[in-house]
């Protein structure tokens, strides 16, 4: 795994080992910031990286021109991971990280705020479930994203993309059994 564009391409990423965390492959990433640099730019943004992970989302955003982040996870292995990612590429100035669940992590997210780019890439149980559905609904009803931002949810190729209340559906691209669906705010 490594970061695919931007001012620290190709820097490896470092993963927990085993199979509790699924970090978004290099491909799918790649493919993601391709269709981001259509639509928007990332210059000056703020990101929300949810279900972080190894933090690889926030990461490339960052690298590819982003100037914040907020990375939130649960799991000690992965923000042992996280910690060694932005350690190595030197972001520490650029990255605060939230140690814990996302659904009670809104205080601590809210002092970031706002968002003008969100990564979910929840456990994909989450979205079948509703679980993921209602921490972002949540967190879209409290102000944390700014009027215009974009929300990327990462989940299974099978599942249906989920209505997000507060915000439109825009696309959904499968890459192999990996599916990502773009929502948007409506500016006020």
Do not use: C
């Not at 559906?169 to 409506?186: K, N, S």
């Amino acid at each position: 795994m490594r970061i695919t564009g931007g001012v620290h391409r190709s820097r490896p990423l470092r993963a927990p080992s085993g199979d509790r965390t699924r970090p978004t492959s290099d491909r799918v990433r790649e493919a993601l910031f391709g269709i981001l640099a259509g639509q928007r730019t990332l210059e000056g943004a703020r990101v929300l990286d949810l279900y972080a992970g190894t933090g690889s989302l926030a990461l490339e955003a960052l690298s590819r021109g982003a100037t914040w982040a907020t990375l939130v996870e649960r799991s000690r292995p992965a923000l042992a991971a996280i910690a060694a990612n932005v350690a190595a590429l030197r972001l520490e100035a650029h990255v605060r990280v939230v140690s814990g669940i996302v659904e009670r992590s809104r205080p601590s997210i809210a002092r970031d705020a706002p968002f003008d780019l969100v990564f979910a890439d929840p456990p994909y149980a989450f979205v079948t479930s509703g679980e993921a559905v209602h921490a972002l609904a949540s967190l879209v009803s409290s102000g944390v994203l700014a009027a215009d931002a974009l929300l990327v949810l990462e989940h299974g190729k099978d599942d249906a993309s989920p209505a997000i209340p507060g915000l439109s559906l825009t696309d959904t691209r499968r890459y192999g059994d990996t599916a990502i669906t773009l929502y948007v705010g409506t500016p006020s």
